[in-house]
């Protein structure tokens, strides 16, 4: 069974325009959810990450993300995107003795 | 930028041919893992370590085998290589009680 889904492969928008990509986990998971950034010919690189405490997370570059349990989601938002955070964006959870599975990772292309 | 070092960077080798991968980490971090990127399918677990010589499979661990021997090294073999290995390899490195992963540049391996 898939543990972490994400449900966008692309997702275009327009600079300065809001925008959320979707990551919803499989229940039986555990709870530590993350987001990865991978930039063109680049490794990936954490976003932000949810472990315990407040439900909503915020990275330093101005996205934020929500873990919801009741609707298993984590989605990844930001009110306003410049041309600069076009990449992937990987939705990851943290199974068992530190297994790290990755989603199958969401397109932004921000166009001016 | 954390102390990992995936090599080759680039590989062309022909089907049936036994092609080895390393990652080299200066971190001393307990966990490291094998991924492959490939469209649609974001990144897939090979496999990966929890620590000298114990191993363990992920997602997508047929046609491939690990060794690690020591903290710094963990090498991804494919014993006969095929097409549908041709892929973006990454390795990843986390410490134990982390949950940040650190992943390194990749290497791209075709196979004709």
């Known amino acids: 069974a898939q543990s972490v889904t994400q449900l966008d492969s692309q997702v275009p928008v327009f600079e300065e325009a809001p925008v959320e990509l979707r990551c919803n986990y499989s229940?039986?998971?555990?709870?530590?959810l993350f987001w990865y950034v991978q930039y063109p010919n680049q490794g990936l690189q954490l976003l932000l990450k949810?472990?315990?405490?407040?439900?909503l997370v915020e990275s330093i570059n101005g996205f934020e993300a929500e873990f919801n349990k009741s609707q298993t989601s984590f989605h990844l938002r930001k009110p306003s995107v410049h041309i600069s955070d076009t990449a992937e964006y990987f939705c990851?959870?943290?199974?068992?003795?530190?297994?790290?599975?990755f989603g199958t990772g969401t397109r932004l292309q921000v166009f001016p | 930028d954390a102390g990992i070092t995936q090599s080759p960077r680039h590989k062309v080798t022909e089907t049936g041919t036994p092609v080895t991968l390393r990652c080299h980490q200066t971190?001393?971090?307990?966990?490291m893992y094998w991924y492959r990127q490939d469209p649609g399918h974001g990144l897939r677990l090979i496999h990966y370590?929890?620590?000298?010589?114990?191993?363990d499979k992920g997602e997508v661990s047929d046609g491939y085998s690990v060794s690690r021997s020591k903290t710094e090294d963990f090498l991804l073999t494919l014993e006969s290589a095929t097409s549908s290995q041709t892929s973006v390899y990454f390795c990843?490195?986390?410490?134990?009680?982390?949950?940040?992963?650190?992943f390194g540049q990749g290497t791209r391996l075709t196979v004709v």
């Open positions: 990851a959870v943290i199974l068992g003795t530190d297994k790290l599975i």
């Open positions: 229940s039986s998971v555990s709870v530590y």
């Open positions: 949810y472990l315990s405490g407040s439900t």
């Open positions: 971190e001393n971090h307990r966990y």
């Open positions: 370590s929890y620590g000298v010589k114990d191993t």
């Open positions: 990843a490195i986390k410490g134990d009680g982390d949950t940040e992963a650190f």
